[in-house]
């Protein structure tokens, strides 16, 4: 089964420090989003990319967060600093919209990275 | 504002018995998604739906659509402590907060 991939699956860190999140998503799959679960918020979408164009990031705190994606093959989620507030579970997913509709398309989520700012 | 709404947010149930979760969506879409995630785990595709009045169901689990009243529910018959998860749903991109479900022997 294609999967979506995430590195690393736990980070513990001090606060101060730079953190960097990587995920390779499926093959013909044409958009990318990252989410952060916390107990408290839940499910929140932070960016998303179509054809590697990001499209929306106004979920990311602009200060410190920032999402890229330099290949197909590879997006990034950056940190610095990083807080104790950030730590989370960040998931990335990966579908194949057309037309702008998800339509049968589901999202397939990666394992998620559980990121620790002590 | 655009939002997915679920109810409950927490559920404890007892096998063998029946329960519904709704979810309630802001925009005029004609589909609607639900994802279970088990406990440290990450979300898995439950049901697509489609279009107005489709249903889905899967063992235990049946999912229906009404796109006039916004509406989606997730039904549970005869609960089985398997079934315990977080049930969420999602419009395209856009997750409700889930449901916490509980199965008690």
């Known amino acids: 089964d294609a999967r979506v991939t995430q590195t690393p699956r736990h980070k513990v860190t001090e606060m101060g420090q730079e953190v960097t999140m990587r995920c390779q998503p499926i093959l013909g799959h044409n958009t990318v989003f990252w989410y952060r679960q916390t107990m408290m918020q839940g499910l929140e979408l932070l960016a998303y990319f179509r054809n590697r164009a990001p499209l929306d990031d106004s979920g990311m705190p602009k200060d410190r967060f920032s999402a890229e994606m330099p290949d197909a093959t590879l997006a990034t989620l950056k940190i610095q600093p990083s807080e104790p507030r950030d730590s989370a579970v960040y998931f990335c997913?990966?579908?194949?919209?057309?037309?702008?509709?998800?339509?049968?398309?589901?999202?397939?989520f990666g394992a998620g990275s559980r990121l620790t700012v002590l | 504002e655009l939002k997915v709404e679920q109810n409950p947010l927490f559920l404890s149930m007892q096998e063998g018995k029946n329960y519904t979760i709704y979810c309630n969506y802001s925009t005029t879409s004609d589909r609607l998604y639900w994802y279970r995630q088990d406990p440290g785990k990450s979300l898995e595709s439950l049901f697509v739906l489609l279009s107005n009045g489709a249903v889905k169901q899967e063992g235990r689990l049946m999912a229906s659509l009404d796109t006039k009243a916004r509406l989606s529910t997730l039904h549970i018959t005869a609960a089985v402590h398997d079934l315990s998860a977080t049930y969420f749903c999602a419009e395209d991109m856009r997750f409700g907060a889930g449901t916490r479900l509980t199965v008690k022997p």
């Open positions: 997913a990966s579908g194949l919209v057309q037309d702008g509709r998800f339509g049968a398309n589901v999202l397939t």
